[in-house]
Structure formats: C-alpha cells, structure tokens
C-alpha cells in the first residue's frame, strides 16, 4: 500500500457488478481503523461491499473505481461508522472464511480433477492409482497436464480440453458440501480403524515406542524379519522384489505397515 499524507491507498478487487468483477481503490486513513479490526480485515470486508472505520480516531474512507476519467467520484458502499466501539465481528470473520474457504475448494475441484476425485468423489478413506484412471477414463480424459514442455502440455489440453470441460461441469458446491461432511465421517471411521490397528502391530512388533521414527524401525525390522515368500497382503508386494527392499519399506505409510504385520502375524518371528 502507498503512503499517502495520512491516508492509505488499499487497491483491490472490491465487489461485483454484472458479473464482472471490478478493480477499486479505497482511500483509507489508517488512524480510523476501528478497534478490533486490521488492514487485512478491512480489506476483506471491502471485498463484501462493507467500509468499517471510527469517526472518532479519523476520516471517512473513500472507494472510487480505478480507470475512470475523474477517480474522485465515489462509488457506492456500506460504511459503518464504529464511534469508539471495539468491533468484534467474530461471527462475520468465521462466516467469511467459511465462504472464502468454498470459494476456493469450488475452484481446485474445477481445475483439478485429480483433487476433487480424491477429496471428494471417490468418498474412499484410500484412493488407487487404477481408481484415479477409471475416474479420468469416464469423462473421456486420458492423460493429465503435468508435462514441463509447455508445446506438449499445450497439445495434451487440447487433446483432453472436452474432457476437462465435461467434468468441470458437474462440479456443484452445494454436492461438494454435502460429500465433504460423508467423506468427515468416512475419514473418521477410517483413523479409528488405523488406531486399533496400530495399537496391535506395537503389540505384535513387541514395542512401545512413541516417536514416530523409532516406531517405523521397530515396526519394519518385524517386517523384515517375515519369510517374503509367504507374505499375503497387497500392500506388502510394493515392498517385495525377491526380498524386503528397505527403501521402500521406508517410503511405506505408517498404516500400511501395521497392516502388513497385522495380516501377517502367524510370519513373525
């Protein structure tokens, strides 16, 4: 913001009109801002067509419209003029982040495929690399862009642009509200489960270690002590190339090395 005599100049894209957004400016003493509020509050509520000052400490703001012939004429807003009393807007705050929060989350899903899928369409605690496919294949995108060179990346959107569009179009925010609170009761039962299992495989792997480091080596020296050849679950075959790789053992998530002991504790030795 620049300094200008007493007064700051807080430049910003404040309100909408005809589904257009605008660019403003808002002329603001700085020595008017009610207690209880910041300059990045202040902002924000702009953003909501809402200029809180106090009348007492300074002046009256100003917001005019940037690009206009004569910038002093003033573009309609709500002030509320605070006189001395602290403002506690903690209500609006919790609903503006609320909406700032689903404004953004609308945008990556409609950006990304890959993100709304695993965060809110597979409604899966875990999501497959085969699942994420079958996903894409169904709007009819068959490869994603994430390529450095930007001619290829250039006609990998174009060959997938309608598929983009397709998905896009079915991203609703109030069916992403709804499946964020299934997917808070889907993650919840799935933490529970990780945490009984946990508690077996320190049990299994004869530990009690609390450090998360300490922990992992004790819960992969259990691992590798199994005979490979015997060994059942899916998970543990990303670890196996005709013995235990360590290295992959350690990129493993902590669940799904308590759940390759749990599944396998007739092998520990």
Same mark, same amino acid.
């Given at each position: 913001?620049?300094?200008?005599?007493?007064?700051?100049?807080?430049?910003?894209?404040?309100?909408?009109?005809?589904?257009?957004?605008?660019?403003?400016?808002?002329?603001?003493?700085?020595?008017?801002?009610?207690?209880?509020?910041?300059?990045?509050?202040?902002?924000?509520?702009?953003?909501?067509?809402?200029?809180?000052?106090?009348?007492?400490?300074?002046?009256?703001?100003?917001?005019?419209?940037?690009?206009?012939?004569?910038?002093?004429?003033?573009?309609?807003?709500?002030?509320?003029?605070?006189?001395?009393?602290?403002?506690?807007?903690?209500?609006?705050?919790?609903?503006?982040?609320?909406?700032?929060?689903?404004?953004?989350?609308?945008?990556?899903?409609?950006?990304?495929?890959?993100?709304?899928?695993?965060?809110?369409?597979?409604?899966?605690?875990?999501?497959?690399?085969?699942?994420?496919?079958?996903?894409?294949?169904?709007?009819?995108?068959?490869?994603?862009?994430?390529?450095?060179?930007?001619?290829?990346?250039?006609? *990998?959107?174009?060959?997938?642009? !309608?598929?983009?569009? =397709?998905? &896009?179009? $079915?991203?609703?925010? @109030? #069916?992403? %509200?709804? /499946?964020?609170?299934?997917?808070?009761?889907?993650?919840?039962?799935?933490?529970? *489960?990780?945490?009984?299992?946990? !508690?077996?495989?320190? =049990?299994? &792997?004869? $530990?009690?270690?609390? @450090? #998360?480091? %300490?922990? /992992?080596?004790?819960?992969?020296?259990?691992?590798?002590?199994?005979?490979?050849? *015997?060994?059942?679950?899916?998970? !543990?075959?990303?670890?196996?190339?005709?013995?235990?790789?360590?290295?992959?053992?350690?990129?493993?998530?902590?669940?799904?090395?308590?759940?390759?002991?749990?599944?396998?504790?007739?092998?520990?030795?």
């Amino acid at each position: 913001m620049e300094k200008k005599n007493d007064a700051q100049e807080i430049n910003g894209m404040f309100g909408k009109e005809g589904g257009l957004m605008k660019k403003f400016k808002m002329i603001y003493d700085v020595q008017a801002i009610p207690q209880g509020l910041t300059v990045d509050m202040v902002t924000k509520l702009a953003d909501t067509n809402w200029v809180f000052y106090d009348s007492e400490k300074g002046h009256r703001p100003k917001l005019v419209e940037v690009g206009l012939s004569n910038e002093h004429v003033e573009v309609p807003v709500n002030f509320v003029d605070t006189k001395g009393v602290e403002v506690d807007l903690s209500t609006f705050t919790a609903k503006l982040e609320e909406t700032t929060f689903w404004e953004k989350e609308l945008n990556r899903c409609k950006n990304s495929p890959l993100y709304g899928f695993t965060n809110y369409y597979a409604m899966k605690a875990e999501v497959t690399n085969e699942m994420e496919a079958e996903f894409l294949k169904s709007f009819g995108i068959t490869s994603l862009i994430n390529v450095m060179d930007s001619d290829q990346a250039a006609a *990998e959107f174009t060959d997938n642009k !309608a598929g983009y569009e =397709k998905y &896009a179009a $079915t991203v609703d925010l @109030e #069916d992403l %509200k709804i /499946r964020r609170n299934q997917m808070a009761i889907i993650m919840k039962k799935f933490d529970e *489960e990780c945490e009984v299992r946990q !508690a077996k495989a320190m =049990k299994l &792997a004869k $530990t009690n270690a609390k @450090e #998360d480091k %300490k922990l /992992r080596e004790k819960l992969i020296n259990c691992i590798t002590r199994m005979d490979v050849a *015997e060994v059942v679950t899916d998970e !543990a075959k990303n670890c196996i190339f005709g013995k235990w790789d360590k290295k992959m053992l350690h990129a493993t998530d902590t669940y799904i090395l308590c759940r390759i002991i749990c599944n396998n504790e007739k092998l520990i030795k």
